[in-house]
Each structure stands twice: as structure tokens, then as C-alpha cells.
């Protein structure tokens, strides 16, 4: 069966650093395009990042280019994303994403094939 399983997510305060993993099993990891997806408290789904499948191209939300470092290791089907100075609003559940398509937009969980189950990410100030 499919699974994307995050984890690395917890509390940091402001100026702090996490690294989220999206462990991928039951598919053809190496063939996707992967994302990361947030969604903060009272709001809708929020782009973040993405990476081609090969892993030479990476993407970034205005929001965290600068800040955030997306990266995959098809050898060990897992996607990673580093956050460096976290910021109040990065406070959301992060989700990884897979599709065959390059998307820099997310309107609906339904644009992707496979999501993860999220992990929390909370920054205090």
C-alpha cells in the first residue's frame, strides 16, 4: 500500500531550525514529483515547495525561498525539507505531496496522487 509518512516536526521557537523527513513506500518514489504542502490554523492549503524527480529542480513559495531547502534521496524513497529562521507564521501542519505533474499551486488535495498524514510545526515568539 501507499504511504508518505512525515515526521520532524514539533516546537521551535522563532529564529530556530527543524528538518522534516516524508518516508514513501508502495510507489514508484524515484518517478515523482514531490511537495510540500502547509496548512496553518483557520486557513486553506498553502504551496510551499516542490522538487523534479531526479532532484536537480526545487521550487519555493515566495513565503520561505531563502529560508527553507527542499532535497530527496530517491535511494532511501524520502523527502526532506530544512527550515532555518522560523517565523510565527510558518506555524502549520505540513504535509509531503506526490504527482506526475509540476504544480506551483495547491487549491485542492485532489490535484495531487498521494499525501502524507502531516506533521505539526509550531513556532513561538
Known amino acids: 500500500q501507499v504511504q508518505l509518512v512525515e515526521s520532524g516536526g514539533g516546537l521551535v521557537q522563532a529564529g530556530g531550525s527543524l528538518r522534516l523527513s516524508c518516508a514513501a513506500s508502495?510507489?514508484?518514489?524515484?518517478?515523482?514529483?514531490m511537495y510540500w504542502v502547509r496548512q496553518a490554523p483557520g486557513k486553506g492549503l498553502e504551496w510551499v515547495s516542490g522538487?523534479?524527480?531526479?532532484?536537480?529542480?526545487?521550487y519555493y513559495a515566495d513565503s520561505v525561498k531563502g529560508r527553507f531547502t527542499i532535497s530527496r534521496d530517491n535511494a532511501k524513497n524520502t523527502l526532506y525539507l530544512q527550515m532555518n529562521n522560523l517565523k510565527p507564521e510558518d506555524t502549520a501542519i505540513y504535509y509531503c505531496?506526490?504527482?506526475?505533474?509540476?504544480?506551483?499551486?495547491?487549491?485542492?488535495?485532489?490535484?495531487?496522487?498521494?499525501w502524507g498524514q502531516g506533521t505539526q510545526v509550531t513556532v513561538s515568539s
Open positions: 505531496a506526490a504527482d506526475f505533474l509540476f504544480r506551483l499551486t495547491v487549491l485542492s488535495r485532489s490535484e495531487y496522487r498521494y
Open positions: 508502495g510507489f514508484t518514489f524515484s518517478s515523482y514529483w
Open positions: 522538487i523534479n524527480p531526479g532532484g536537480g529542480r526545487t
